[in-house]
């Protein structure tokens, strides 16, 4: 199933991106980001993942102990994350708004698929950094792909987004295309599945594959989906793809660690440099939960 090589990918990504998270594309054109360094932005160690790997190993693990998708247990493994530091190396230090507003209205009384936010304004990516497990579950459907997204981030822009993603992943462990093959294949299937909905609109870049604009890459899902089709198409091993994606600035942990889960599953977990992923602290309890999770639909 290539759980580790998508897991492991995205945990990196974001672990490179930690340290300089808000930092200018400017400022890292000047000095780019070129291997695994700590502190910066949130002082913390080299290796230190974010919030996107804490509820990306969440969802796993809530997936591994209730035998697939049940959503008021996902959301009690997020407040345990967000109220304990469960899935965190150290401590919780970052939490986007969407996603804070989100389980404090669960923590209040409010239903898991009631709690996510649902205005135009809650697009982040908040959901779509957390829906890579999401690709693994077999026969995995939209609804169930958009009510995930919607325990933070309900908008159908963002429901969209996550389906693409899955949609990008699943065709990378399901077929042997190349990189822009499987870009167009998940399109197409969105494409279709969503064309009464004018929130398709937003995705016409990546489905026209027409990036000769602006790549903006701050935390709007939009932006985001869109860096992450850029860096892939533009790179050709797993290391380039990922410092790429971090370069870019902006929202740096988020970009390269969606980047990394999908570079990950298509280079595979042995492209992955050995000398990062020994400076991730605690990855053997991920690789652990990666076997887990495989295990559970390998009985399937």
């Not at 708004?97 to 009384?109: Q, W």
């Not at 205005?119 to 459907?141: E, F, Q, W």
Request: aromatic residues 10%; glycine residues 8%.
């Amino acid at each position: 199933m290539k759980v580790k090589d998508g897991i492991c990918g995205f945990l990196i990504g974001d672990a490179l991106g930690v340290p300089v998270e808000f930092y200018s594309r400017r400022e890292l054109e000047e000095d780019p980001v070129t291997d695994m360094i700590g502190h910066g932005t949130y002082d913390m160690p080299k290796g230190t993942w974010s919030d996107d790997s804490s509820m990306t190993l969440a969802t796993m693990r809530s997936i591994v102990n209730m035998k697939g998708i049940d959503y008021e247990d996902i959301m009690q493994e997020f407040c345990a994350w967000y109220q304990e530091d469960k899935y965190c190396q150290y401590f919780r230090f970052d939490i986007g708004n969407t996603t804070s507003r989100s389980l404090n209205r669960y923590l209040n009384g409010e239903e898991a698929l009631k709690s996510g936010g649902t205005s135009t304004h809650d697009n982040g990516n908040g959901s779509l950094m957390r829906i890579l497990p999401l690709a693994y579950v077999p026969d995995i459907d939209y609804e169930s792909i958009g009510n995930v997204s919607a325990l933070t981030h309900g908008h159908d822009r963002s429901k969209i987004a996550c389906t693409l993603y899955v949609e990008i992943a699943k065709s990378m462990l399901e077929s042997d295309l190349t990189i822009d093959e499987h870009i167009k294949h998940a399109c197409d299937k969105i494409a279709e599945y969503y064309k009464e909905n004018e929130e398709l609109e937003h995705f016409k870049r990546i489905i026209d594959d027409d990036f000769s604009g602006e790549i903006r890459s701050g935390g709007y899902v939009i932006d985001t989906i869109e860096s992450v089709v850029y860096c892939l198409k533009n790179t050709s091993n797993y290391k380039d793809a990922v410092l790429k994606a971090v370069n870019l600035g902006g929202d740096t942990d988020t970009t390269a660690a969606i980047c990394g889960g999908l570079a990950g599953i298509y280079y595979g977990f042995d492209e992955i440099p050995t000398y990062w992923l020994e400076s991730i602290p605690h990855l053997d309890k991920v690789l652990s939960l990666c076997e887990e999770f495989e295990e559970l639909y390998d009985k399937c």
